[in-house]
């Protein structure tokens, strides 16, 4: 077996270690690891569990070969990140689908969790394919069936689908990739298990006939009636998709306590809608600062309504999502919904995804890349011409290069000429920065260093109960907003987040420590964090009390060659994530801006630039590893 880069303590880790690691800690008891695949003799490894996924492409080659569609890499890869590499749970799922009601020859299908977030995706294909070729592209719901109901506290799922050519698989990808609304893992798998055992059903329309309602429900026999269990087994079911008015929908078994049966052995014991409900509730209180130490789930219940991040804020002004970018697509939507379609600023360089719901959604985008001053100067100088926007999305700090904003003059800009401010807190998050002050839209990818797991996904969106648009995006949220969040993904994200605030603390102090050793050597072109850029003094305004500088810097080095050495050498996890409890490495610009590199080298952004996102191992261990890896660099000859 080829020896991998990974243990983030210097060791090598092996197939047997993360199976150990998994299976015995209690955290992780019920995660749902099903599989480890390592990678005999090559630089790519893979390990994925049923929910969430890592990837690792362990070389600056592997990585490479991941962008230019190399065999050698695509080929073994299981599994990758979520909004990237459809997760092999949905990717089933996604099967099952299309053979009950489409053509697995030709068709394929995109799953949702509603039918509004189904239809966005129905649209943007459309709107890319010939009218002939829309005719065939539709949306297919399924809804509990009516057993279900009897399990009033029990968690239930629906799940749409829009139906499509394969070859319109890229089109609809865009939309499960920049938007995030797409279904997680978790809840594919339940969804999966629901449709095969008959509790989750097609919706049909209301002239559905009695022999079509009785139609027996796959799966096991001890969920089906003596009636089902007597009929006739169940051919493929391809019928024309119906209206999503429909309400009448087949029935998969007769006893409701079945339902109750199948969800016991599904998790184990019965997970309540009210554990979930909990969870948000939770999970809410800490995102709006109500919480200021690490707590349990009753703790957090019990919490008063203390002042949050600023004065009269409350949990309920935080919307959760399944995703980081789910909270900006969905707040950009909001926006558009309470505002109308005015073009958005795009303020600085940001993670890719943003830009592109900026560009491919809405009238279009005004973008500044640099997020410099001369950018601001140029932003208010059209905004004296008359031009006005809908809203001006930036991050704090941003991604990759660690700069931030001038949030101060955006802040002025923005009430002078009536444009939102949506900041996104991901890397620094709110411990360490308050930006809500400034904007009226505070969105946060749960993801990363909130849950630090890497078990689960999650994104919110805060609103600034003193911003000027609070009450028409209030107003607009209680019509448009849809609680997407998987029961079983918030459960995760909640116990994941207890001890978030302790993390953060030593995740600063580990990044700090590591960014002063790269900074003093001489071998390091550039060190990218907010404590040494030249936009400090912005970032210094937003910073807490007791906040730090995060626990993600980048860093590059005077030749490609010196790049891939630090690269290859440093013994860390490499991925395309960050905010994680171990320290993740990954050629950042290599991975998300593969094919346009010329473009990002327009805003300083340097394709050999390596990204570190800092973990909770020791600070001499990790020294010890970067020595290494500088040591590497100096062998490189100039």
């Known amino acids: 077996m080829a020896e991998f880069p990974f243990n983030a303590l210097g060791g090598q880790m092996r197939p047997h270690q993360l199976a150990s690691l998994t299976e015995n800690d209690p955290r992780h008891a019920t995660d749902g690891l099903i599989a480890e695949s390592w990678l005999m003799g090559a630089e790519v490894a893979i390990a994925f569990s049923n929910f969430q996924e890592g990837v690792s492409l362990p070389t600056w080659r592997a990585n490479v070969g991941y962008e230019e569609g190399e065999d050698w890499v695509v080929s073994k890869m299981q599994c990758g990140y979520p909004r990237f590499f459809i997760h092999p749970s949905i990717q089933k799922l996604a099967q099952e689908v299309v053979r009950r009601v489409g053509d697995p020859e030709s068709e394929t299908a995109t799953l949702f969790p509603t039918p509004k977030t189904a239809r966005i995706c129905h649209s943007f294909i459309v709107s890319k394919v010939s009218a002939e070729e829309a005719k065939a592209i539709r949306i297919v719901r399924f809804l509990p069936s009516q057993q279900t109901e009897k399990g009033s506290n029990t968690i239930t799922s629906s799940l749409v689908a829009v139906i499509h050519k394969k070859e319109f698989a890229p089109i609809a990808k865009q939309v499960w990739q920049h938007s995030g609304n797409g279904i997680s893992s978790r809840r594919g798998e339940f969804c999966h298990r629901a449709l095969e055992d008959g509790f989750l ?251 630090g797991d890497s078990n689960v996904m999650g994104g919110s969106a805060v609103l600034n109960p003193h911003s000027s648009y609070y009450r028409v995006l209030k107003e607009t949220l209680d019509r448009e907003y849809e609680d997407l969040y998987w029961a079983e993904d918030a459960v995760f994200m909640e116990r994941n987040s207890r001890d978030f605030i302790s993390r953060i603390d030593k995740i600063n102090a580990n990044a700090e420590g590591i960014t002063a050793m790269l900074k003093e050597s001489p071998l390091v072109k550039e060190v990218y964090y907010p404590k040494y850029s030249p936009t400090r003094p912005d970032y210094d305004k937003l910073r807490t009390t007791n906040g730090g500088y995060g626990g993600l810097f980048s860093v590059t080095f005077h030749s490609t060659e010196r790049s891939i050495a630090f690269f290859d050498t440093l013994d860390v996890f490499k991925g395309p994530s960050l905010g994680t409890n171990f320290t993740l490495s990954s050629p950042y610009v290599v991975l998300a801006h593969y094919l346009e590199l010329d473009w990002v080298r327009m805003y300083d952004v340097d394709p050999d630039l390596v990204r570190i996102s800092v973990g909770l191992e020791e600070l001499p261990d990790l020294r010890r590893l970067f020595q290494k890896a500088l040591e590497a660099v100096e062998k490189v000859k100039a």
């Open 201 to 451: 059903v097609e919706e049909k329309q209301s002239t559905t006939t009695k022999t079509q309602a009785q139609r027996p429900c796959k799966g096991p026999r001890r969920y089906q009636s003596k009636e089902s269990a007597a009929g006739s087994s169940r051919g493929s079911s391809a019928s024309t998709p119906v209206p999503l008015e429909s309400t009448s929908v087949t029935n998969g078994v007769d006893d409701g306590r079945d339902y109750a049966h199948f969800i016991e052995e599904r998790f184990g014991r019965n997970l309540s809608i009210v554990l979930a409900e909990q969870a948000k509730v939770a999970v809410r209180r800490r995102i709006a600062g109500v919480l200021t130490a690490d707590v349990e789930l009753p703790e957090a219940l019990e919490a008063t309504s203390a002042e949050g991040r600023i004065s009269g804020i409350s949990e309920q002004d935080v919307y959760l999502y399944p995703a980081g970018m789910s909270a900006i697509f969905n707040s950009h939507q909001t926006l558009l919904a309470a505002r109308g379609p005015l073009k958005s600023i795009c303020f600085g360089f940001p993670y890719t995804d943003t830009l592109k719901i900026l560009q491919k959604w809405g009238p279009g985008c005004q973008f500044y890349g640099h997020g410099s001053s001369e950018e601001l100067d140029d932003l208010e100088e059209r905004l004296k011409n008359g031009e006005r926007f809908l809203g001006l999305f930036t991050e704090a700090p941003g991604n990759p290069l660690l700069k931030t904003p001038n949030l101060v003059r955006i802040r002025e800009l923005a009430d002078k000429y009536d444009f939102a401010v949506v900041v996104d807190e991901t890397i620094s998050n709110f411990l360490n920065i308050n930006v809500l002050r400034y904007a009226d839209i505070v969105v946060s990818s749960l993801t990363k260093i909130f849950s």
